[in-house]
C-alpha cells in the first residue's frame, strides 16, 4: 500500500502546473524524466491494480507478449518528437500522456512477470535500438524537430538518448560475459 500512496503523491506532484510546466519547459526532463515518471507510477500501483482485477489481467495477458505489445506501442508513440509538441500545445494531448503512460506502466508490471526470458531480452534490445535511432535523430537532425525546443535542446537530447544507449550496450556485454549458471538455483 505504501507503493500506491507513494506512486499517487508522485502522479499529483507531476501535474501541479509549476512543476509540470518546469519539467515541460526543457526538453530532456519533457522525455527523460517526466514520461519515464509517469510510467514509473504505473508500476508502482501496478500490483494493487493487477492484484485487484487479476482475472482481467488473466484473460487477455497470460503469457505477456500483448501487454508488451501495447507498452511498446505506447512508448514508441511519446518518442515521436511531434507528440511531445502536441502535448504541450493541445490539451487532450496532454490528458492522453498523463492517462496512457502510467497505463503502460501498470500494464508492463504484470506483462514483465509473465514474459520469458527471451521476451524481455527482445524488448530490451529493441529499446537499446529506438533509444539509438533517437539518439542519431536528435544530434543530426540539420531542422529543428521540435516546434517548442530550440535544436540545442533537441541535440542535448539526442546525447541523453545516446548516453542511455550506451549503457544499455555495455549492460547488455556485461551480461553476455557473465557466469548466470547459478541464478536460478533454488
Known sequence: M???GFAFVLYILMIISPIRNFIE???IAHMLIQLP???FVGWLIGHFIVEKFHSLFNSWNINGVPGMIIVVFITMYWMIPRTLDEALTIGFMEVFKFTSLPVAGVILFDSWR???DL????????YLSMF???AWLYIDSPIQICNNYLTGQQRILGWGFL???LAM???TIQSVFTDHSEENVL
Do not use: D, P, Q, V
Open 132 to 134: 539509438g535511432l533517437m
Open 25 to 27: 519547459s526543457i526538453m
Open 2 to 4: 505504501k507503493k500506491t
Open 169 to 171: 550496450a555495455l549492460y
Open 163 to 165: 548516453i542511455i544507449t
Open 37 to 39: 515518471l509517469l510510467i
Open 114 to 116: 509473465r514474459i520469458g
Open 119 to 126: 521476451g524481455k531480452s527482445f524488448i530490451f534490445l529493441n
